[in-house]
C-alpha cells in the first residue's frame, strides 16, 4: 500500500513537474546535469523547488509502517474543528448556482491537490458568515491528507494569537517555535482572518508568514468575512494579501447564513 502510494505520487509529480532533464542536460540551458542532480540555471531553479517538494513528501513514506496510522496521525496534527470532522462534500447542501460552483472549486483543488501544492496554489474564500468556508476548507483539507499524505495544519487566527501569547509565561514553549510550525506548513489554513482587530505583531507576523511562504512555494489558504481590498486596507498590509492573491484561486459566498436558519 505504502509502495502503491509512493509510486503513484512518484509518477503524478514528474508529469506535473514536466521534462527537466534531457539525456543528461538541463532542457533549459542545456548545461550537463547528473542522473536525479539538480541544474541551478534560473528557469530551472523554479523546478527544482518543485522536485525538491516532492521528494520531501515522497522520502516521508520511508519512514512509514502503517499507512493509515500515518494518515490518522496527519489529521490530528492538521488540528481541524472538530466539529466538521468525519464530513465530506456530500454534507455540504447545494441549493443556489453559487454554491455548486464554490463546492466544485473546492473539490477540483482537493481532487488536484499534488499539482496545486506543487504550484502554490493559494485559495481565498470571502463571504457572508455561516456560508460553510471554514467547513468546506476542512473538509478538502482532510481528504488532501487522506489521498495524498500532503500534510495540512489548520489554524484560526484568534487561536493562533492565544497561542502565541501562552508562550510568552512558559519557559518550555517558544514562540518562534509556534510560529515557525504553521509557518512552514506544507498546506496552511489561516481562518477568520478578520475576525479580531490585528495587533501590530500580528500584521507583521502575517506579512512573515505571506513572504515566506510565497518564496518558498508553499500554498496557503485564508478564509475571511471583509474584502480584498478591506483585508489590505483595514486589517493587513497590501504586501500581504497580494502576496496570497498572486497565484489563487478564490471564491465568493454571499448566502444566508446557514447557523440562523431555522
Ligand atoms: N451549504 C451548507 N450545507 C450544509 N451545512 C452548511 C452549509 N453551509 C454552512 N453549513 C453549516 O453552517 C455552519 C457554519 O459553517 P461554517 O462555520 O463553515 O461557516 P463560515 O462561512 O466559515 O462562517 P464564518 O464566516 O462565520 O466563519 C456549520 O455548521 C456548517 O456545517
Ligand atoms: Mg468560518
Known amino acids: 500500500m505504502i509502495q502503491q502510494r509512493i509510486d503513484e505520487l512518484a509518477k503524478l509529480g514528474s508529469k506535473i513537474i514536466g521534462p527537466r532533464i534531457s539525456e543528461g542536460h538541463c532542457v533549459f540551458c542545456g548545461n550537463e546535469v547528473e542522473k536525479g542532480g539538480y541544474c541551478y540555471c534560473k528557469k530551472a531553479e523554479k523546478i527544482n523547488t518543485q522536485v525538491r517538494k516532492l521528494r520531501k513528501l515522497i522520502n516521508k513514506y520511508g519512514y512509514i509502517t502503517d499507512l493509515k496510522e500515518y494518515t490518522h496521525e496527519q489529521i490530528i496534527e492538521a488540528h481541524f474543528p472538530k466539529k466538521f470532522a468525519g464530513m465530506g462534500f456530500d454534507d455540504y447542501i447545494t441549493e443556489t448556482d453559487e454554491q455548486k460552483y464554490n ?20 485559495l481565498i474564500f470571502v463571504g457572508h458568515f455561516g456560508n460553510g468556508k471554514t467547513m468546506l476548507m476542512s473538509v478538502a483539507g482532510d481528504e488532501i491528507i487522506r489521498k495524498f499524505g500532503i500534510q495540512v495544519k489548520y489554524v484560526n487566527i484568534y487561536d493562533l494569537a492565544e497561542e502565541i501569547k501562552k508562550t510568552f509565561n512558559d519557559k518550555n514553549k517558544s514562540a518562534s517555535a509556534v510560529i515557525e510550525g504553521y509557518k512552514k506548513a506544507p498546506i496552511l489554513i489561516l481562518d477568520d482572518i478578520d475576525k479580531v482587530n490585528p495587533s501590530p505583531f500580528m500584521i ?18 485564508i478564509n475571511a468575512n471583509h474584502s480584498l481590498e478591506d483585508l489590505s486596507d483595514k486589517f493587513y498590509q497590501e504586501g500581504t494579501i497580494s502576496r496570497f492573491f498572486e497565484n489563487s484561486i478564490k ?3 454571499t448566502g444566508i447564513n446557514w447557523r440562523l436558519r431555522g
Do not use: C
Open 251 to 253: 471564491a465568493k459566498f
Open 103 to 122: 463546492l466544485q472549486i473546492i473539490k477540483n483543488y482537493a481532487k488536484n491537490a499534488l499539482e496545486h501544492y506543487l504550484h502554490a496554489t493559494n
Open 204 to 221: 507583521d507576523l502575517m506579512y512573515g508568514f505571506s513572504n515566506y511562504r510565497a518564496e518558498n512555494q508553499l500554498p496557503t489558504w
